[in-house]
């Protein structure tokens, strides 16, 4: 077995002095592709800030076995300011800034690299467009370059699937398989439905995590895990999802 | 007429006018692109009246206004970002708290100081006239200042302002750079009071911006196009006040307005 990229033992997390999440064990492996669902203030975004290492836990230890590796992230599209003055190349661009590095200047090469992805990724031609003319799929395309142009070793997703066209849905998860090949995958879901057609194994996160590896979820499963979500998925629901009951 | 242009110029306190409108115009293009992309115009008001709490402070302990005005200034901008990372108060409440309470400090302590009253019209309205060298020296200084942090740090702040949160997750210092912008911005009110007063100060920092951001939705070009619609809106305005001998600010803010109509009539015709 390789060694994990990201190793979260017994963390106990707190947030603005709530405490959110409660031992906490989890190693996230080069190639893994997790789902992470659970309700809403369930503690899902303050995991992903643990592992970001933008918050310190309060009780725990968040280890990286072989060097802290770099990790790509794709916020949801909801919160971000789709008026704001920033071209798509820019904000492509600021993927690549980084700790210790951020107040350098850009080269020709991360330049190319970016107009290379964002070609890659099916925006040929809109390179100097503001994010602002975009459709919210296409803005969400340039979030993916940002996500991925530093060649991260990990790839968080929060919640990728909400106010993006059906259209766009299929596709994503098109290209994150194919990404999965050289990046382990930690995608933030509600929509349980869609995601467990995709991921390899589930982590259900509700105040602490339960892991389960494999991804076909049981009612009886999520009632163990004390993971309260709605199984009616919406839209058409992939048959692996539900085991039928007997 | 002409001749009464040309020879407003050889006055001192003319070209004094003229050259801080310039500088204030130039500074309000930064730090108003900035203000009017991270859509906190109501943050800088509030910023611009709690100022006048100090001018009052400071007139009353017989210390220079301006000192005054740039403590409050930068108190209240530090505060309300840190209001605002915290969550805890609603935010347009709190701005609104501290906006009153600033401007009635700030006439409470007018009240108190005993013998000379100032003048509140000026601070109200702004009196680009009466400007000395030493204001136009420290507008300089703080334009050179805000000039290079936005050339040497230009893109981690349009970064930090588009996305805080995966600039955090990039490891960009971006408290830092948020406190950095809200000294400066503080910095850039206050001077600018001095021109246009503190009832219309925001119109340099907003009027220039939408009128450069009808022609383009890229930071870097709304900066350069506010400083010229900025530039020739103040300077064009300042002609026509002592032309027609009517306060210099309102007559700045009319020509500032004009530019935006004109424009975006012109687009909505072109469009037809």
New interface residues.
């Given amino acids: 077995m390789p060694e994990p990229l990201i190793s979260v033992r017994e963390v106990t997390a707190a947030y ?1 002095g709530d405490p959110v999440l409660t031992d906490v064990d989890l190693d996230i492996f080069p190639n893994d592709f997790i789902g992470v669902i659970g309700p809403n203030g369930g503690g899902k975004t303050t995991l992903s800030k643990i592992l ?1 290492g ?1 918050l310190k836990p309060q009780k725990g230890k968040v280890s990286f076995p072989s060097g802290r590796p770099n ?1 790509g ?1 794709l ?1 949801q599209v909801s ?3 789709h008026s ?4 798509v190349l ?2 492509v ?3 690549l ?4 590095t ?2 350098r ?2 080269t020709s090469g991360h330049k190319k690299k970016a107009l290379n992805l964002i070609t890659e990724n099916g925006l040929e031609g809109l390179a ?3 994010v ?2 975009l459709s919210g799929g296409q803005l969400q395309r340039a979030l993916l370059a ?1 996500a991925i142009i530093n060649d991260p070793q990990v790839l968080v997703l929060d919640e990728p699937n909400t106010f993006v066209d059906r259209n766009f849905e299929g596709e994503l998860y098109q290209l994150l398989g194919k990404l999965n090949e050289t990046m382990a995958i930690f995608l933030i879901s509600h929509d349980i439905g869609t995601i467990s057609s995709i991921v390899k194994t589930i982590a259900c996160v509700n105040g602490t995590l339960h892991y389960h590896p494999s991804n076909v979820l049981t009612d009886e499963v999520l009632k163990v895990y004390n993971c309260p979500i709605d199984l009616i998925a919406h839209g058409p629901v992939p048959h692996r999802v539900l085991k039928k009951h007997t | 007429m002409m001749d009464t242009l040309f020879s407003l110029f050889q006055y001192q306190f003319f070209q004094n006018a003229v050259a801080t409108a310039l500088l204030t115009s130039l500074l309000a293009a930064m730090i108003g692109t900035y203000i009017v992309s991270r859509k906190i115009v109501f943050i800088s008001g509030g910023i611009t009246h709690a100022s006048f709490g100090g001018i009052g402070l400071a007139y009353f302990l017989g210390l220079n206004p301006f000192l005054g005005a740039v403590a409050f200034a930068i108190t209240t901008a530090l505060g309300i970002e840190w209001i605002s990372t915290k969550g805890k108060i609603r935010e347009d409440s709190a701005i609104a708290i501290v906006w009153s309470l600033g401007m009635a400090l700030g006439i409470i302590f007018v009240f108190l100081t005993p013998g000379y009253t100032p003048n509140l019209m000026s601070f109200l309205f702004g009196s680009i006239l009466s400007v000395g060298r030493w204001d136009i020296w420290i507008l300089l200084a703080v334009l050179v200042v805000t000039a290079l942090f936005f050339v040497l740090f230009f893109r981690p702040v349009i970064y930090t302002a588009f996305d805080p949160e995966f600039a955090r997750t990039r490891g960009l210092p971006v408290a830092l750079i948020r406190h950095v912008m809200a000294v400066l911005i503080a910095m850039a009110i206050v001077l600018s009071i001095r021109t246009m007063g503190i009832i219309l100060v925001l119109s340099l920092f907003t009027i220039p911006q939408n009128t450069a951001m009808l022609m383009s939705g890229r930071f870097r070009n709304i900066i350069f196009g506010s400083a010229i619609f900025g530039v020739v809106g103040s300077v064009v305005g300042l002609l026509t006040a002592s032309l027609l001998d009517i306060p210099g600010s309102a007559a700045i803010i009319f020509v500032l307005t004009l530019q935006f109509l004109l424009l975006k009539g012109f687009i909505l015709l072109k469009l037809r």
């Avoid at chain 1, 800034?97 to 210790?100: H, I, L, P, V």
């Fill in positions: 603005n970001f933008i990790i992230y916020p919160r971000l300011d704001f003055p920033i071209t820019d904000v661009l600021s993927g800034s980084s700790k210790g951020w107040w200047s850009l100097n467009r503001p602002g003319t940002r």
